[in-house]
């Protein structure tokens, strides 16, 4: 599904008002992007990452605007285990007492590279990150997704997730599990009126991964985070409460 089917005609009903998100990678690219915009929607932003420094670097930003105070919240997934988990949802339900979005944006890219070269602890940490660490995650704070009268819980995928291509090793095939995961989770939740599932591919960005990635591209030439927005944005807020199970393409 293109995300020109679903988009709201005006950004006006875009509002995330006292809404509690979580946001995996928030330190960099599209996860800083999203926190600083949700932000000045309204929204109480917990920034999860890997690099305090960076994570600080948004909470000023945030702070900057005069938006709601976020949360910062290192943690490194690669490393992330069901203690960690629950504990940072008994905090979070100390805190807020409840969880109205959780965007899961975190990756890894790795090497890039044939199969047949690949290292596989290079392999298996990238799985943790953007595979497994989302299902721990998620476990721990269903309790408090469903504390919110309409919790929207976001997968980042990406094309190589959908389509395989040659030399994406681990991280298309994270990727072809975020899809998964997204899909069984919201079949599980389809009778929950509190929680919805849904799976964002933003298409080529202009990120540091993207670079690494396509290291000739001009940035230019590709969207930039802040031009992916209003679509996230919309999909954290009760606009969307009636989307569900929906893999979203943001580009054509």
């Known amino acids: 599904m293109n995300y020109s089917e679903i988009a709201p005609k005006t950004d006006t009903e875009v509002d995330l008002t006292d809404k509690v998100i979580l946001i995996t990678g928030?330190?960099?690219?599209?996860?800083?992007?999203?926190?600083i915009t949700?932000?000045?929607?309204?929204?109480?932003?917990?920034?999860?990452?890997?690099?305090e420094e960076k994570l600080n670097t948004?909470?000023?930003?945030?702070?900057?605007?005069?938006?709601p105070e976020p949360v910062v919240i290192p943690m490194d997934l690669s490393k992330l285990d069901e203690q960690q988990a629950?504990?940072?949802s008994h905090q979070i339900g100390d805190a807020f007492g409840r969880l109205d979005g959780l965007v899961h944006n975190a990756s890894l890219l790795g090497k890039l590279g044939p199969i047949a070269n690949t290292n596989l602890s290079e392999w298996s940490q990238v799985m943790s990150v953007n595979a497994f660490a989302p299902v721990v995650l998620t476990k721990a704070l269903l309790p408090l997704l469903n504390?919110?009268?309409?919790?929207?819980?976001?997968?980042?995928?990406?094309?190589?997730?959908?389509?395989?291509?040659?030399f994406w090793g681990a991280y298309?095939?994270?990727?072809?599990?975020?899809?998964?995961?997204?899909q069984i989770l919201a079949a599980e939740t389809e009778s929950n009126e509190n929680v919805r599932?849904?799976?964002?591919?933003?298409?080529?960005?202009?990120?540091?991964?993207?670079?690494?990635?396509?290291?000739?591209?001009?940035?230019?030439?590709?969207?930039?985070?802040?031009?992916?927005?209003?679509a996230y944005c919309f999909l954290l807020s009760d606009a969307s409460k009636h989307l569900h199970g929906r893999s979203i393409d943001l580009q054509r």
Request: glycine share 10%; aromatic share 4%.
């Open 26 to 35: 928030a330190g960099a690219g599209i996860g800083a992007e999203l926190a």
């Open 38 to 51: 949700a932000a000045s929607k309204g929204a109480t932003v917990l920034l999860l990452g890997r690099t």
């Open 58 to 67: 948004v909470y000023d930003a945030i702070i900057a605007q005069g938006c």
């Open 86 to 88: 629950n504990q940072l």
């Open 147 to 166: 504390e919110s009268p309409a919790a929207s819980i976001l997968f980042t995928s990406s094309s190589v997730g959908k389509q395989g291509r040659a």
């Open 172 to 182: 298309a095939a994270s990727k072809f599990a975020t899809e998964g995961i997204a």
């Open 197 to 230: 599932v849904n799976c964002i591919n933003p298409g080529a960005t202009a990120t540091a991964m993207r670079r690494a990635a396509f290291p000739g591209e001009s940035p230019d030439t590709i969207a930039s985070t802040a031009s992916l927005m209003p």
